[in-house]
C-alpha cells in the first residue's frame, strides 16, 4: 500500500489520535482522500457531488484551529461524506432523482450541522437509490454505486454510496438512511459497520423523506467505535423533528468495552433461520459461526418467539409505501416522467392501498412492538444475519426484487429498536455477510458492547476489499 | 380484500384512477401484476385477530402558539 492508502485505510478513532497529537495534518488527510476519489470513483460511483474545494478550505480552517489548540473532540478533521439526501446549505442535494436535479437547500440538516460542528470535512454526497427506495436504476440517470468487493455486484441500498465509499477508503465515514434496512443492508454488503439508532434519538430535520414513521438516520463505518463516534456528534435532541426525543445521550465511548459475559442474546430462529429456500444458506453459514463466537465469548444464547414477525413484511411495505405515496404524489401526478421505472412503480402502488390497509399495517406495528418489548425483558440483545441473501449481481434486480426476498432488517423499522450490522464473514464466492444485533429502545450501548466485543474477537476490520489498489 | 385479486383490468384502471395515477398501457400491466403479488400478504395483514388492539395515535393538545401563527 502507498502512504495515501494508508491514510485513508486508518480509523476515525487511530486518525483522530494523529490528528489530536499534531502527527497527520487535517490537509494532508483531505488531501490524500480527494486524490482516492478521483483516483477510484470512475468505476465505484459512490459519489454524486465531490465538494474538492470546499474539503480543502474546511481543512485547512480544521488544520489551524487544531494548532491554536482549539480541539473540538475526535472528528475534528475527519472526512466524511453524506447520502445525497442530507440537506447541504448551498449544495445541490437531489436524492439521486431528476425531480430534485437542481435543489440546492439553503438550509443544512441538522445532523450535517451537527457534523460539522464537530469539526469533520465534508468530502460530497454520496450515490443512492432514487428517494431512498428501490434498487440500482440506469433509467434515472444517476451514478449507480458498485461493490468494492466485487464490482459486478450491488453494494445494497439505498444508502449504496455510503456503503461503497466507507468500504473502499474514500471517506472514514459516511451517514446513510433507513426505512427498511438502507443503512445495515450497505453495511452487511459492503462488510462495514452501519447502526440506526433508536427511532428519536437522532433528528430527521432537513433530510428527505421516504416514510416518516419509519425513517433513521445514522451512520456507516469501518469499525464500531468509529460508529459510536460518529452517532455521538449526530445524537439527541432537536426541536426542528417533532419525533426527535428528549432522553439523555449517554456516553458511548464507555460502551465499547470487550465484554459480554452474562449477556442473554435472543435469537429468533424460526424466523431468522427459517427453513426457506429464499434464504441464503451460505449466509447462515456465517451467522450461525458468528452466534457461536458470542457463546465462546459468554454470551448466553436464547431461543425466542416473536410470533408477528412473519407479517412484518407486509406491514412494512404497506406502511413505507403509502406514506411514500402521499410525499411524492403531486410529483407523480404531473411529473411522472421524472422519475425512474423502478421508483415510479413503486410509489405508485402506494397510491393503490386503501386507509384500512395503513391502519391495519399500524395495528399489526404496535402488536410487533408489544411482542419485541416481551422478549427484551428476558434477553438484552436480539441477533440474527442482518440480510436474508449476499449482494446480487447488478441484473440481477427488479422493480419488486428487494421487496420479495425476506426483509430482515424492516422489523426494527417498524419497532423503532436500535440495531447494527457488524461484518462477520464472506460467503465462499468472497461475498460480505454481516451480523445484526438489536437492542432495547435506547439501549444503543448494549448493542455497541455486543458488535465491539464480537468485532475485536474476529477482527475482520483488518481485511480490505481486494484489487482496489 | 380476496375479490380484488380477480379484478379486471378496467377496474384496476379505476383504482389507479382513484389515485390520480395515469399509467400506460404497459405501466398499468406491470402495475396489476406487482398488486397481485402483495395481494395475499394484505389479505393475511387483515386476517390476524389483534382483538381490542388501539392504533394509540397520539395527541398533544398543547403547542407553542407563537410558533403555529400563520
Same mark, same amino acid.
Given at each position: 500500500?502507498?502512504?495515501?492508502?494508508?491514510?485513508?485505510?486508518?480509523?476515525?478513532?487511530?486518525?483522530?489520535?494523529?490528528?489530536?497529537?499534531?502527527?497527520?495534518?487535517?490537509?494532508?488527510?483531505?488531501?490524500?482522500?480527494?486524490?482516492?476519489?478521483?483516483?477510484?470513483?470512475?468505476?465505484?460511483?459512490?459519489?454524486?457531488?465531490?465538494?474538492?474545494?470546499?474539503?480543502?478550505?474546511?481543512?485547512?480552517?480544521?488544520?489551524?484551529?487544531?494548532?491554536?489548540?482549539?480541539?473540538?473532540?475526535?472528528?475534528?478533521?475527519?472526512?466524511?461524506?453524506?447520502?445525497?439526501?442530507?440537506?447541504?446549505?448551498?449544495?445541490?442535494?437531489?436524492?439521486?432523482?431528476?425531480?430534485?436535479?437542481?435543489?440546492?437547500?439553503?438550509?443544512?440538516?441538522?445532523?450535517?450541522?451537527?457534523?460539522?460542528?464537530?469539526?469533520?470535512?465534508?468530502?460530497?454526497?454520496?450515490?443512492?437509490?432514487?428517494?431512498?427506495?428501490?434498487?440500482?436504476?440506469?433509467?434515472?440517470?444517476?451514478?449507480?454505486?458498485?461493490?468494492?468487493?466485487?464490482?459486478?455486484?450491488?453494494?445494497?441500498?439505498?444508502?449504496?454510496?455510503?456503503?461503497?465509499?466507507?468500504?473502499?477508503?474514500?471517506?472514514?465515514?459516511?451517514?446513510g438512511s433507513c426505512t427498511g434496512g438502507s443503512i445495515r443492508g450497505p453495511a452487511s454488503h459492503c462488510s462495514v459497520v452501519g447502526i440506526k439508532a433508536t427511532y428519536g434519538r437522532v433528528s430527521r430535520f432537513g433530510v428527505l423523506p421516504l416514510s416518516w414513521t419509519l425513517d433513521h438516520c445514522g451512520p456507516l463505518t469501518w469499525t464500531v467505535e468509529d460508529s459510536a463516534l460518529m452517532l455521538q456528534a449526530i445524537a439527541g435532541y432537536d426541536p426542528k423533528d417533532p419525533t426527535s426525543s428528549c432522553a439523555p445521550v449517554p456516553d458511548y465511548s464507555e460502551s465499547l468495552v470487550e465484554d459480554i459475559s452474562g449477556m442473554t442474546v435472543g435469537v429468533p430462529r424460526h424466523f431468522f433461520f427459517a427453513d426457506d429456500e429464499s434464504i441464503d444458506k451460505d449466509v447462515l453459514a456465517q451467522v450461525e459461526s458468528a452466534l457461536e463466537t458470542?457463546?465462546?465469548?459468554?454470551?448466553?444464547?436464547?431461543?425466542?418467539?416473536?410470533?408477528?414477525?412473519?407479517?412484518?413484511?407486509?406491514?412494512?411495505?404497506?406502511?413505507?409505501?403509502?406514506?411514500?405515496?402521499?410525499?411524492?404524489?403531486?410529483?407523480?401526478?404531473?411529473?411522472?416522467?421524472?422519475?425512474?421505472?423502478?421508483?415510479?412503480?413503486?410509489?405508485?402502488?402506494?397510491?393503490?392501498?386503501?386507509?384500512?390497509?395503513?391502519?391495519?399495517?399500524?395495528?399489526?406495528?404496535?402488536?410487533?412492538?408489544?411482542?419485541?418489548?416481551?422478549?427484551?425483558?428476558?434477553?438484552?440483545?436480539?441477533?440474527?444475519?442482518?440480510?436474508?441473501?449476499?449482494?446480487?449481481?447488478?441484473?440481477?434486480?427488479?422493480?419488486?426484487?428487494?421487496?420479495?426476498?425476506?426483509?430482515?432488517?424492516?422489523?426494527?423499522?417498524?419497532?423503532?429498536?436500535?440495531?447494527?450490522?457488524?461484518?462477520?464473514?464472506?460467503?465462499?464466492?468472497?461475498?460480505?455477510?454481516?451480523?445484526?444485533?438489536?437492542?432495547?429502545?435506547?439501549?444503543?450501548?448494549?448493542?455497541?458492547?455486543?458488535?465491539?466485543?464480537?468485532?475485536?474477537?474476529?477482527?475482520?476490520?483488518?481485511?480490505?476489499?481486494?484489487?482496489?489498489? | 380484500?380476496? %375479490?380484488?385479486?380477480? #379484478?379486471?383490468?378496467?377496474?384496476?384502471? $379505476? *383504482?389507479?384512477?382513484?389515485?390520480?395515477?395515469?399509467?400506460? /398501457?404497459? %405501466?398499468?400491466?406491470? #402495475?396489476?401484476?406487482?398488486?397481485?403479488? $402483495? *395481494?395475499?400478504?394484505?389479505?393475511?395483514?387483515?386476517?390476524? /385477530?389483534?382483538?381490542?388492539?388501539? #392504533?394509540?395515535?397520539?395527541?398533544?393538545?398543547?403547542?407553542?402558539?407563537?410558533?403555529?401563527?400563520?
Open positions: 500500500m502507498s502512504d495515501a492508502t494508508d491514510l485513508c485505510y486508518l480509523s476515525i478513532g487511530e486518525a483522530a489520535e494523529l490528528l489530536h497529537e499534531g502527527e497527520l495534518s487535517p490537509v494532508e488527510l483531505t488531501r490524500a482522500f480527494l486524490d482516492r476519489i478521483e483516483l477510484l470513483d470512475g468505476p465505484l460511483q459512490a459519489y454524486i457531488t465531490v465538494m474538492s474545494d470546499s474539503a480543502l478550505s474546511d481543512a485547512r480552517k480544521a488544520e489551524a484551529e487544531l494548532l491554536r489548540g482549539e480541539y473540538r473532540g475526535p472528528l475534528h478533521g475527519i472526512p466524511i461524506a453524506l447520502k445525497d439526501l442530507y440537506d447541504t446549505k448551498g449544495v445541490r442535494t437531489t436524492g439521486s432523482s431528476k425531480v430534485l436535479a437542481n435543489r440546492v437547500p439553503t438550509v443544512d440538516a441538522t445532523t450535517t450541522a451537527r457534523l460539522a460542528e464537530a469539526g469533520t470535512i465534508l468530502l460530497g454526497k454520496l450515490a443512492m437509490h432514487e428517494f431512498a427506495l428501490g434498487g440500482p436504476d440506469p433509467s434515472n440517470g444517476f451514478p449507480l454505486a458498485r461493490n468494492p468487493w466485487n464490482t459486478e455486484y450491488i453494494p445494497g441500498g439505498s444508502s449504496s454510496g455510503s456503503g461503497a465509499a466507507t468500504a473502499a477508503g474514500l471517506a472514514m465515514g459516511t451517514l458470542l457463546e465462546e465469548l459468554g454470551a448466553v444464547l436464547v431461543d425466542v418467539d416473536v410470533p408477528l414477525l412473519a407479517h412484518a413484511g407486509a406491514a412494512q411495505q404497506t406502511i413505507m409505501l403509502s406514506e411514500a405515496f402521499a410525499y411524492h404524489r403531486n410529483n407523480l401526478v404531473k411529473r411522472p416522467e421524472l422519475f425512474g421505472d423502478m421508483v415510479r412503480a413503486r410509489f405508485r402502488m402506494g397510491g393503490l392501498y386503501s386507509g384500512a390497509d395503513y391502519v391495519q399495517a399500524q395495528r399489526v406495528r404496535k402488536a410487533l412492538k408489544n411482542e419485541f418489548a416481551s422478549v427484551l425483558q428476558t434477553v438484552d440483545v436480539i441477533a440474527s444475519p442482518t440480510m436474508s441473501n449476499p449482494p446480487t449481481r447488478f441484473n440481477g434486480t427488479s422493480t419488486w426484487t428487494t421487496a420479495h426476498v425476506p426483509s430482515f432488517t424492516g422489523p426494527y423499522n417498524l419497532t423503532g429498536m436500535p440495531a447494527i450490522s457488524v461484518p462477520c464473514g464472506f460467503t465462499p464466492a468472497g461475498l460480505p455477510v454481516g451480523l445484526q444485533i438489536a437492542g432495547k429502545p435506547f439501549d444503543e450501548p448494549s448493542v455497541f458492547r455486543a458488535a465491539y466485543t464480537y468485532e475485536q474477537s474476529v477482527r475482520l476490520f483488518e481485511r480490505r476489499p481486494p484489487g482496489l489498489d | 380484500m380476496a %375479490e380484488l385479486n380477480e #379484478l379486471s383490468m378496467e377496474d384496476f384502471n $379505476v *383504482l389507479c384512477a382513484r389515485a390520480g395515477i395515469v399509467p400506460t /398501457d404497459e %405501466e398499468a400491466r406491470d #402495475l396489476k401484476g406487482m398488486w397481485n403479488r $402483495v *395481494l395475499p400478504d394484505l389479505t393475511a395483514l387483515h386476517a390476524i /385477530d389483534l382483538g381490542e388492539a388501539d #392504533l394509540a395515535i397520539s395527541f398533544e393538545p398543547g403547542w407553542d402558539s407563537g410558533s403555529e401563527a400563520s
